[in-house]
């Protein structure tokens, strides 16, 4: 009975694992999507609405003279950092293929 207890506890957990993956991938997919959209959102949108699109992608937003300059909101920042493309990309490709 005691072990049937703790398989069944074990079950939930596991259950509870599952649906928090589930939950975390659909929301790193919602987040690549704004991503990707988020400069037609900004042109498109009424001030009120642009203001909120800033307010979830960026932070600590300052006027230095005539320079904006802000901190991007997690995961914003490693979205932009990867954009660098030599950043991700620096080597050799591991699968060459020959020139076309």
Partial sequence: ???EKERIEIARQIE???HAAATYFCEGVKIIELAQLAYSLYVSQEPREQ???ID??????RLIGETIEYDYRK?????ADMADFKKWRGGRD???RPPA
Avoid: G, K, Q
């Fill in 1 to 3: 009975a005691e072990w």
């Fill in 56 to 61: 979830v992608v960026v932070s600590n937003c």
């Fill in 75 to 79: 995961p914003f920042d490693m979205i």
């Fill in 16 to 18: 509870t694992h599952d």
């Fill in 94 to 96: 591991l699968n060459p």
């Fill in 51 to 53: 203001r909120r699109l």
